[in-house]
């Protein structure tokens, strides 16, 4: 099981990441408001990662972090 | 096994850049490289003015804050004081590419043993989208509503050519950072640029092709593709100096 953390504060909802995911694992939480006033990111069907960490490397706000096999 | 996270030498404080901006992409990368040399201890950083301008926030080396432009005469005067140091600049294209134009050329020049990050936005972000010298002819900015006129404000400054006629730079590389394996190929040439200076062997400049959503008004999707559909064709990517190389190849 690969496992998805977030800073969840420091979303910006850019979407960046939601785009380059090849599994479509990531989705904005559209009923969720952050600190920000954002819709953060999170991980929808996060059983299909695979911990290639493009998302990660997309992501402009260094939020994302990955792990591969936990 | 932690395939991904946060670079030690990027701080914790969140990032004041818009949605999409790829400014944080870059101060990730540069941070990585920092670590991966293992050198945060010693690496001085020269923020500019311009939307980076808080860069200095944003790293956990020390940070210098320049007058605007004047970041690659700050960079000079702490590489030659302190030659053991690691100094770097990160610049915007108002910051490097307008106003400190005759710092750059002349560092570049010099060929001071410094490693100059340049973002390429093709507007000057900061102040609300007013048109740069790098924006392209016919773009559309806050100051060229009816899209840049070459007549009337001449033609974009392509720094990364304009610098490769001196004799004087060790390195110049132009990348871009609008898809993951381009941000793969923004890292080693960013690495190069350090490792450069490590090695004693002086000016290296990379330019990175960035994305400015808010000030395009585009999202920050539709400007990811606006990068490959229109700035790289008049920005081409590529190495553009090599002094090493050429050295190599010489010998050969």
Aim: proline share 6%.
């Amino acid at each position: 099981m690969n496992k998805l953390t977030f800073r969840t504060d420091n979303c910006k909802g850019c979407g960046l990441c939601v785009d380059v995911c090849p599994k479509k694992v990531l989705a904005l939480a559209e009923d969720v408001i952050n600190k920000k006033g954002h819709h953060p990111v999170t991980a929808v069907n996060p059983e299909a990662c695979i911990a290639c960490a493009f998302c990660a490397t997309m992501c402009p706000d260094c939020i994302i972090e990955v792990e591969k096999g936990v | 096994m932690v395939v991904f996270k946060k670079p030690h030498a990027l701080s914790d404080v969140p990032l004041h850049y818009c949605p999409g901006c790829t400014h944080g992409i870059v101060h990730r990368l540069v941070a990585e490289v920092i670590d991966e040399l293992g050198i945060e201890g010693k690496t001085i950083g020269i923020a500019p003015v311009g939307c980076s301008v808080m860069a200095y926030n944003y790293f956990e080396c020390d940070m210098i804050e320049a007058a605007h432009g004047r970041a690659p005469a700050v960079a000079t005067g702490v590489k030659r004081a302190n030659p053991d140091n690691i100094v770097f600049t990160y610049q915007g294209d108002g910051d490097l590419a307008s106003i400190g134009t005759a710092e750059t050329v002349h560092s570049a020049a010099r060929n001071e043993n410094i490693t100059v990050i340049f973002i390429n936005n093709a507007i000057y972000g900061m102040t609300g989208g007013q048109m740069a010298p790098t924006s392209l002819p016919g773009q559309v900015t806050q100051t060229s509503p009816y899209g840049r006129d070459v007549n009337l404000c001449g033609y974009p400054v392509k720094i990364c050519e304009m610098l490769a006629q001196l004799d004087g730079p060790e390195y110049l590389e132009r990348v871009t950072v609008n898809n993951v394996k381009q941000i793969k190929n923004a890292k080693r040439a960013i690495k190069k640029a350090f490792q450069n200076q490590i090695d004693g062997k002086g000016f290296s400049l990379i330019e990175v092709i960035s994305s400015c959503p808010t000030n395009w008004g585009m999202t920050p999707q539709a400007a990811l593709k606006w990068i490959d559909e229109k700035m790289i064709p008049y920005y081409p990517l590529g190495v553009y100096k090599d002094r090493s190389a050429e050295k190599k190849e010489d010998e050969q």
